[in-house]
């Protein structure tokens, strides 16, 4: 039997998600205050489920802006009358940079953010100081893409399909204290505990797709050598790209430098027109994908973990030559 | 690129789900006022979204309990607090039959069943008349395993991974008027419109997941020829193995007739000694999972639309030799 067949109350299939929990633990240095759960429904879902498990008793959380994804997370915890506060915005330059030098309210639940802005091509290069305040942090697009300072992170949640697995699973990984905040009178499946509580198996798991994940965790611990070595390799590749389109007078990036993302390079080309032929050229020799997201335009090479150096070598090699054709 | 890595924003994945889509409105022969979506978080998601979703305006529903699987919808019903009623039982005699002649509320939003329950193998053999009352139906165990007829149908759903995909994607066929009563202050991801207004991709749906389940269906319209032949097979397996089990005097079948499941056939032994071995001898030659369920005991043979006729065939040649042996 394959792994889409086996039943999830199987030994074949524990070792499959031990393993996996097991590896994600040591790659970010996780102590046995956290939990590593496999939910489902993506970061989307993950959108609702913070408000509703960390506020039920009528604290507010403070929320960071800085993007689509952001935007959306916000708004839903405002569709269940949570009061949070968005103290502190990007949107006045279209999301262009990080904010910084924060002010947070003390007695916030949490601090929300997003790491890594797939759209916009933003990054936090360091997290903020939140003081006593835990973070909840949307990881979708930069989880494992480098090492982490876990010291004031209450819960990271990311949809798997960027950095280490399938579409069709989110990893959550969560601390005690914030697992201690749900109440009992919300649905069994919107509830943390029901999935730290029974290994992520309070009903049937996306099996495949966890042990998809474990492939690409092992692969990060073995072949790799651990988030230092991935951090190293994602840093090469976003260099080349970045100083490139600095020395360009015919390329820009957008997004402002210390606010760069490593897995998101968003540049623009003189006009829209020169954009077009040059996505189209890209499909042309094998380069999909590079078109902005439809809601910013301009173009857009997404440079995950799985990426590696050759390919942004070619990529910049065709925007040379795009240049000299067209400049 | 494999079906793992392609955007789900492509024209390779648009075919992959629209034909999933179209293939499941033809078998079920379901006119345009249905909507075939996908979701994630198994049917136990369900067991919250239904309520939430239907019963926003003080209204209440009329539910069917015939074991584990409805008394966790009725669960998950109550625990929002929306004021349901419990209109029919099978508990008084452990869930051992499909209860009848049920009187309906008049008023209720929707009637809600499972129509084949796993865990104590019994199967409504035909749906109740509910009147005006449009019934929401929980199909996890026995969709795709015969006709179906729609008439009264206002949503059915069910996790994939028993008769047409893997875990991680829950069928949900649901018809216009019911989605016409979801309020506009619940989270968007529990909303069934989000999913009905963006062909289930408002955000990254699991698309393997997706993909499995179009090969399924394909296998079930040109390979078994559709419900109808489908449905000959599941009665000759299960007929094959009831017709041994009420002519034996060493087993029993724990479900009464008229009730009894085409799905999953429960029986028991003499005894607890004599069940404990005959799982063990029949895991020896190659047949496992024919463990019941920890909660009721005995033995289960669990025959979906995958399972053949050599399978049950086999089965009953190990029966009447452990008798010989044991009896």
């Known amino acids: ?34 939990h590593v759960l496999f939910l489902q429904g993506g970061a989307s879902m993950q959108f609702c489920m913070a ?10 959380a403070d929320y ?9 997370a916000i708004k839903e915890a405002q569709i269940q009358n949570k009061p949070i506060k968005v ?8 999301f262009c940079y990080i904010p910084n030098n924060i002010s947070f309210n003390k007695d916030a639940a949490y601090v929300h953010l997003t790491s890594n ?10 997290l903020p100081d939140t003081g006593q305040v835990p973070m909840v942090i949307d990881m979708s ?22 950095n280490i697995g399938p579409a069709g699973v989110c990893m959550v990984i969560i601390r005690q204290d ?54 190293v390799k994602n840093r090469e590749k976003a260099d080349l790209l970045y100083n490139f389109l600095d020395d360009s ?23 829209e027109d020169l954009e077009k032929a040059f996505v189209a050229k890209a499909v042309e020799n094998g380069m999909g994908g590079l078109k902005g997201h439809r809601s910013v335009g301009g173009c857009r090479a997404s440079i995950y973990n799985a990426t590696g150096l050759d390919a942004i070598n070619d990529l910049v090699s065709l925007m040379k030559e795009f240049e000299k054709t067209s400049g």
């Open 117 to 126: 802005n797939t759209i916009k091509g933003t990054q936090f290069e360091s």
């Open 1 to 34: 039997m394959s792994i889409t067949e086996v039943s999830h109350r199987s030994p074949w299939f524990d070792d499959v998600i031990n393993d996996a929990i097991e590896r994600t633990k040591r790659l970010l240095k996780l102590d046995d205050q956290y």
């Open 249 to 271: 007078s015919f390329y820009r990036a957008t997004a402002d430098k210390g606010s760069r993302s490593l897995m998101n390079v968003t540049f623009r080309l003189p006009n």
């Open 64 to 72: 960071i802006n800085t993007g689509t994804w952001s935007t959306k």
């Open 51 to 60: 408000p509703l498990n960390f506020l039920s008793d009528g604290r507010s």
């Open 178 to 231: 914030l697992l201690d905040l749900s109440p009992d009178n919300i649905p069994t499946m919107l509830n943390y505990n029901t999935f730290a509580n029974k290994n992520s198996m309070f009903n049937t798991p996306p099996c495949f797709a966890i042990y998809t994940i474990q492939l690409v965790i092992k692969w990060l611990e073995e072949t790799i050598g651990g988030l230092e070595q991935m951090d």
């Open 141 to 162: 697009s930069d989880i494992m893409s480098k090492p982490l300072d876990m010291s004031n992170i209450g819960m990271i949640y990311a949809g798997a399909q960027k």
């Open 87 to 94: 103290v502190a915005s990007s949107e006045d330059k279209n």
